[in-house]
């Protein structure tokens, strides 16, 4: 599994070689605007603004999410506009493992972003205040969000994946990529208003925890879905 898992993770990594000019420009700006712009425009009224940190790691949250949601939008639709899905399904390669390599690819990329957003704006806040963090609460909220969004965009990525995979119209696939987006966050919300849980890093800790097992989910629904005729014609 692992061989074909990486068969197909080199295949992307010559596919980003191929446009890297223009991922890198679109990597340099995303972290430009969540490493640099927001948390000097943040630090900037820090006087007025005691929760500048939390919403520094919001920023960086967003664009990840963003960023996630963009890669992985169209996610098979290479195979299926070049009408190399048949053929990709037909060869030694598990079909699992083209979502698996797909997943870890995206994955990889999401990953390279929040960490070096997370890291440029806590250098950015170190310089401006002699301190990465105000407070040990501000670093584990930090860290909270971190795990939060590598559990977010896990599932938007592996949504994404599916959605490509059963839906032929790309428009209407990323509408309910979209919508996908907001499941984990309903049904936490409604878990935590059921439980009488706070707003705040327990919810967040419930969001997140059904991020991932939803993506887990997402993994068996993608072997269903390379068993289905629809997907092979």
Same mark, same amino acid.
């Given at each position: 599994?692992?061989?074909?898992t990486?068969v197909?993770?080199?295949r992307?990594? =010559? ?21 640099? #712009? ?8 820090v +006087? ?24 992985? +939008? ?15 399904l037909? +060869?030694?390669? %598990?079909?699992?493992?083209l979502?698996?390599?797909?997943w870890?690819?995206f ?5 390279v972003?929040?960490? #070096?957003?997370?890291l @440029?704006? =806590?250098?950015?806040?170190? &310089?401006? &205040? ?5 407070t ?7 860290? &909270? ?10 599932w938007?990525?592996?949504a994404? +994946? ?5 839906? =032929?119209?790309?428009? #209407? ?8 987006? @907001? ?6 919300l409604?878990?935590? %208003? ?5 707003? /705040? @890093? ?5 969001? /997140?925890g059904?991020?991932? /097992? ?10 269903? #879905? !390379?068993?289905?005729? !629809?997907?092979?014609?």
């Open positions: 599994m692992w061989t074909d990486s197909v993770f080199w992307h990594y =010559r596919a980003f070689a191929d446009s890297m000019k223009l991922q890198v420009a679109t990597f340099a700006v995303l972290v430009t605007i969540g490493g640099l #712009a927001v948390p000097l425009v943040l630090l900037s009224g +006087s007025q603004l005691a929760s500048f940190s939390n919403l520094i790691d919001l920023a960086n949250f967003l664009i990840c999410v963003f960023f996630a949601g963009i890669i992985s +939008s169209e996610s098979f639709y290479a195979e299926r506009v070049h009408h190399t899905l048949p053929a990709v037909a +060869s030694p390669l %598990r079909p699992v493992c979502f698996i390599g797909k870890t690819w994955m990889l990329a999401t990953c972003v929040l960490f #070096a957003v997370t @440029l704006s =806590r250098v950015v806040v170190l &310089m401006y &205040m002699n301190s990465s963090w105000s040990s609460e501000d670093y584990w909220f930090t860290v &909270m969000m971190f795990a939060f969004t590598l559990g977010s965009t896990s938007i990525i592996a994404n +994946s599916v959605l490509s995979l059963v839906i =032929r119209d790309p428009k #209407a696939a990323q509408m309910m990529g979209s919508l996908a987006t @907001l499941v984990p966050f309903i049904l936490g409604v878990i935590v %208003r059921f439980a009488g849980m706070k707003l /705040g @890093l327990p919810a967040m800790g419930v969001v /997140g059904i991020c991932v /097992g939803l993506a887990v989910l997402s993994f068996f629904a993608a072997i269903q #879905a !390379f068993r289905s005729e !629809f997907v092979r014609l």
